[in-house]
Protein backbone atom coordinates (compact mmCIF):
# COMPACT_ATOMS: atom_id res chain seq x y z
CA UNK A 1 0.00 0.00 0.00
CA UNK A 2 1.33 3.42 -0.76
CA UNK A 3 2.20 6.47 1.25
CA UNK A 4 -0.90 8.48 -0.50
CA UNK A 5 -3.44 5.21 0.03
CA UNK A 6 -1.78 4.98 3.93
CA UNK A 7 -3.02 8.82 3.96
CA UNK A 8 -6.36 8.31 2.61
CA UNK A 9 -7.31 5.92 4.92
CA UNK A 10 -6.24 7.65 8.05
CA UNK A 11 -8.45 10.87 6.68
CA UNK A 12 -11.29 8.22 6.56
CA UNK A 13 -10.73 6.65 10.15
CA UNK A 14 -9.97 10.47 11.24
CA UNK A 15 -13.50 11.85 9.50
CA UNK A 16 -15.56 8.46 11.58
CA UNK A 17 -14.02 9.67 15.14
CA UNK A 18 -16.23 11.38 17.61
CA UNK A 19 -14.19 14.49 17.54
CA UNK A 20 -14.83 15.29 13.35
CA UNK A 21 -18.68 14.41 14.07
CA UNK A 22 -19.30 16.68 16.35
CA UNK A 23 -17.15 19.56 14.76
CA UNK A 24 -19.36 18.36 11.38
CA UNK A 25 -22.37 19.32 14.05
CA UNK A 26 -20.93 22.28 15.03
CA UNK A 27 -20.03 23.58 11.65
CA UNK A 28 -23.57 23.13 10.30
CA UNK A 29 -25.01 24.93 13.63
CA UNK A 30 -22.76 27.89 13.07
CA UNK A 31 -23.62 27.49 9.52
CA UNK A 32 -27.19 27.55 10.20
CA UNK A 33 -27.44 30.55 12.28
CA UNK A 34 -27.30 33.76 11.09
CA UNK A 35 -26.34 35.99 14.05
CA UNK A 36 -23.55 33.88 15.30
CA UNK A 37 -22.43 33.41 11.49
CA UNK A 38 -22.47 37.34 11.44
CA UNK A 39 -21.00 37.99 14.19
CA UNK A 40 -17.72 35.76 13.71
CA UNK A 41 -17.58 37.07 10.35
CA UNK A 42 -17.79 41.09 11.63
CA UNK A 43 -15.01 39.85 14.30
CA UNK A 44 -12.64 38.33 11.89
CA UNK A 45 -13.09 41.41 9.61
CA UNK A 46 -12.35 43.92 11.93
CA UNK A 47 -9.25 42.03 13.42
CA UNK A 48 -7.72 41.63 10.33
CA UNK A 49 -8.53 45.37 9.51
CA UNK A 50 -6.65 45.88 12.92
CA UNK A 51 -3.85 43.64 12.38
CA UNK A 52 -3.36 44.57 9.01
CA UNK A 53 -2.64 48.22 10.66
CA UNK A 54 -0.39 47.27 13.27
CA UNK A 55 1.87 45.58 10.60
CA UNK A 56 1.73 48.56 8.61
CA UNK A 57 2.56 50.60 11.64
CA UNK A 58 -0.25 52.50 12.51
CA UNK A 59 -1.47 53.82 15.31
CA UNK A 60 -5.04 51.90 16.24
CA UNK A 61 -7.65 54.42 17.60
CA UNK A 62 -9.07 53.65 20.93
CA UNK A 63 -12.76 53.55 19.48
CA UNK A 64 -11.58 50.66 17.25
CA UNK A 65 -9.99 48.83 20.41
CA UNK A 66 -13.45 49.36 21.94
CA UNK A 67 -15.56 47.90 19.15
CA UNK A 68 -13.00 44.80 18.91
CA UNK A 69 -13.04 44.31 22.82
CA UNK A 70 -17.11 44.81 22.83
CA UNK A 71 -17.37 42.35 19.71
CA UNK A 72 -14.93 39.90 21.16
CA UNK A 73 -16.91 39.67 24.70
CA UNK A 74 -20.01 38.92 22.33
CA UNK A 75 -17.96 35.93 20.76
CA UNK A 76 -17.09 34.68 23.75
CA UNK A 77 -21.00 35.31 25.01
CA UNK A 78 -22.42 33.30 21.76
CA UNK A 79 -22.79 29.08 22.75
CA UNK A 80 -22.90 28.28 19.21
CA UNK A 81 -20.03 29.95 18.34
CA UNK A 82 -18.17 28.61 21.64
CA UNK A 83 -19.50 25.25 20.88
CA UNK A 84 -17.75 25.17 17.43
CA UNK A 85 -14.69 27.10 19.10
CA UNK A 86 -14.36 23.92 21.38
CA UNK A 87 -15.10 21.08 18.85
CA UNK A 88 -12.57 22.73 16.78
CA UNK A 89 -9.82 22.18 19.70
CA UNK A 90 -10.66 18.63 20.32
CA UNK A 91 -10.57 17.64 16.68
CA UNK A 92 -7.18 19.73 16.52
CA UNK A 93 -5.82 17.72 19.04
CA UNK A 94 -7.16 14.53 17.73
CA UNK A 95 -4.68 15.58 14.72
CA UNK A 96 -1.99 16.23 16.81
CA UNK A 97 -1.93 13.48 18.72
CA UNK A 98 -2.02 11.49 15.10
CA UNK A 99 0.92 13.71 14.30
CA UNK A 100 3.17 13.03 17.37
CA UNK A 101 2.55 9.26 16.49
CA UNK A 102 3.71 9.86 13.19
CA UNK A 103 6.93 11.63 14.23
CA UNK A 104 7.63 9.11 16.97
CA UNK A 105 7.28 6.44 14.09
CA UNK A 106 9.80 8.37 12.46
CA UNK A 107 12.48 9.03 14.86
CA UNK A 108 12.32 5.25 15.40
CA UNK A 109 10.84 6.12 19.06
CA UNK A 110 7.29 3.37 18.23
CA UNK A 111 6.87 -0.56 19.20
CA UNK A 112 4.00 -1.78 17.04
CA UNK A 113 0.77 -1.37 16.61
CA UNK A 114 -0.22 -3.52 19.55
CA UNK A 115 1.72 -1.46 21.78
CA UNK A 116 3.76 -2.90 25.11
CA UNK A 117 3.92 0.22 27.02
CA UNK A 118 7.64 -0.44 26.97
CA UNK A 119 8.87 2.55 24.96
CA UNK A 120 8.68 6.07 24.70
CA UNK A 121 6.57 5.68 21.85
CA UNK A 122 3.51 4.21 23.62
CA UNK A 123 3.44 6.93 26.44
Same mark, same amino acid.
Given at each position: ???????Q????????? #????????A????? &?????RQ????????????????E?? +????? #?E?? =?? #??L?? +???????????? *?????? &?????? *????? #???L?? =??????C????????
Amino acid at each position: MSVTEKAQELGFALRET #NEAKQLQVAEMDLD &NDNTSRQLIEEFQQLFQKLQKAQEDG +KDIAQ #NELD =EF #NALQE +KVKADNIIQNYF *AAQQRF &NQLLQE *ANNVI #NQVLRG =ESCSTDCCDGCSGCS
